[in-house]
């Protein structure tokens, strides 16, 4: 089953809007992260959030965590044609002496230029 | 930079033959993850393994098998390849800490017909 689950499925924005994509999942969590594909390509990491965090910034980029409602947000600030793309969150949890990392089903980004 | 690398970009088997898919990282890391990606369905964690020669189920296990034989290679084995499992499969590794971000290989689209 799917850990995380990304909503909406669909996003399409015109430039310079911001766009917002948020993530449900189940279970304990470790940390979440978000990543981003490109179209055909592989994942690409973008951010990290502990599970002891609420907030975290990175450029454009702003993670919120709510470990309450199990669920986490992605804002995309001042969106870019570039930012065209798939994005995912991902779960970590912790078994006996691994670590499996889930992804959600995803958000898939138009910008329209 | 991290180089995580999938054997082959696209690949095309027949029903019933024996498909390996293999993957090689180049930075030493200890976790590292067969996924599968559908449309509709996202990322789904087929096999990962946290040390040679461990492994462990994800959530889609049936009718594959892996295989660690050597830290820097994990390679994903179709026993007898069907034409569900028509997909993209992408490797990904990373380090053994729960902050650890996972690198991704640029996937193998396999046909099955």
């Known amino acids: 089953s799917q850990q995380g689950e990304e909503d909406p499925q669909a996003l399409s924005i015109q430039e310079g809007e911001n766009a917002t994509m948020n993530c449900s999942y189940k279970?304990?969590?470790?940390?979440l992260q978000w990543y981003r594909q490109n179209s055909g390509r592989g994942l690409v990491h973008l951010i990290l959030?502990?599970?002891?965090?609420r907030e975290k910034h990175s450029g454009r980029l702003r993670v919120t965590l709510d470990t309450s409602k199990k669920s986490s947000s992605l804002l995309i600030t001042a969106s870019r044609a570039a930012d065209t793309a798939s994005y995912f969150c991902?779960?970590?949890?912790?078994?006996?002496?691994?670590?499996?990392?889930?992804f959600g089903i995803g958000t898939k980004l138009q910008v329209i230029p | 930079d991290v180089k995580v690398t999938q054997s082959s970009r696209y690949l095309v088997k027949r029903t019933g033959e024996k498909v390996f898919l293999e993957c090689v990282q180049d930075?030493?890391?200890?976790?590292m993850f067969w996924y599968r990606q559908d449309p509709g369905l996202g990322l789904r964690l087929i096999y990962f393994?946290?040390?040679?020669?461990?492994?462990e189920k994800g959530d889609i296990p049936e009718g594959y098998s892996v295989s660690r034989e050597k830290k820097e290679r994990f390679s994903l084995i179709l026993e007898s390849a069907s034409t569900n499992q028509t997909s993209m499969y992408l490797c990904?590794?990373?380090?053994?800490?729960?902050?650890?971000?996972?690198?991704f290989g640029q996937g193998t689209r396999l046909t099955v017909v």
């Open positions: 990904a590794s990373s380090l053994a800490r729960s902050s650890a971000e996972a690198f």
């Open positions: 279970t304990s969590i470790n940390n």
């Open positions: 959030i502990r599970s002891n965090e």
């Open positions: 991902a779960t970590d949890a912790r078994g006996r002496g691994y670590q499996k990392v889930t």
């Open positions: 930075m030493d890391h200890e976790n």
């Open positions: 393994s946290y040390d040679v020669k461990m492994k």
